[in-house]
């Protein structure tokens, strides 16, 4: 069995159980060393995956979070409104983004988690040294919102519908630079 492999069957192992696995374990499960595991643990640390290591073994954390594009309209006067709509109901906005004809997708993190965080993109803005991205597509863009679960992006999803935020989705079709579509 080769390294990647084995660290998948780890990671499943890992996340099927409610209680921590033992290095012995998983070792007489995999068919290694002790010391493999060891190493391969390591190596998913570095990957980015949440292990603890406990006195009875190795309990991995996972992240389930839940995510969503919408697609919005609205004027320079409520982008503060929105973004609190989402926040306000457990979203977080991870970024925005637009489909423009001629550059395509023009994208921009944002990482909004807060009211606070809201307030200091607000203050950013409002020094007018940039404008919003949204204005380049006449006030349309998207935002991938992540949330704790289903049920939050459904009600995030309906308090934009009240609020008259979320704009019809529409085929985008690219068109060629010479004016003919792909």
């Known amino acids: 069995m080769k390294g990647e492999e084995r660290r998948k069957q780890l990671l499943n ?10 290095g012995g374990t998983l070792s007489k499960e995999l068919n290694v060393s002790r010391q493999i595991i060891v ?13 603890f290591s406990t006195n009875k073994g190795y309990l991995l954390q996972e992240d389930r979070k839940y995510s969503r594009v919408f697609k919005v309209y609205h004027t320079d006067d409520q ?9 306000d109901a457990g979203g977080q906005i991870r970024d925005v983004f637009v489909y423009h ?6 994208k921009a993190d944002m990482g909004i988690k807060s009211r606070r965080d809201i307030r200091a993109y607000m203050e950013e803005i409002s020094t007018g040294k940039s404008s919003l991205l949204k204005n380049v597509t006449s006030g349309y863009h998207y935002h991938t919102i992540d949330a704790e679960s289903e049920e ?3 009600a995030i999803q309906e ?14 079709e690219p068109v060629d630079f010479w004016g003919g579509q792909e």
């Open 13 to 22: 192992i890992l996340s099927s159980s409610n209680n921590p696995v033992s």
């Open 39 to 51: 190493q391969d643990i390591s190596l998913l640390r570095a990957n980015g995956a949440t292990i």
């Open 79 to 87: 982008v503060e409104e929105e973004l609190s709509t989402i926040v």
């Open 101 to 106: 004809k001629v550059y395509g997708v023009l």
């Open 152 to 154: 939050i992006l459904d």
């Open 159 to 172: 308090e934009l519908q009240q609020k008259g935020f979320l704009a019809k989705l529409q085929d985008y």
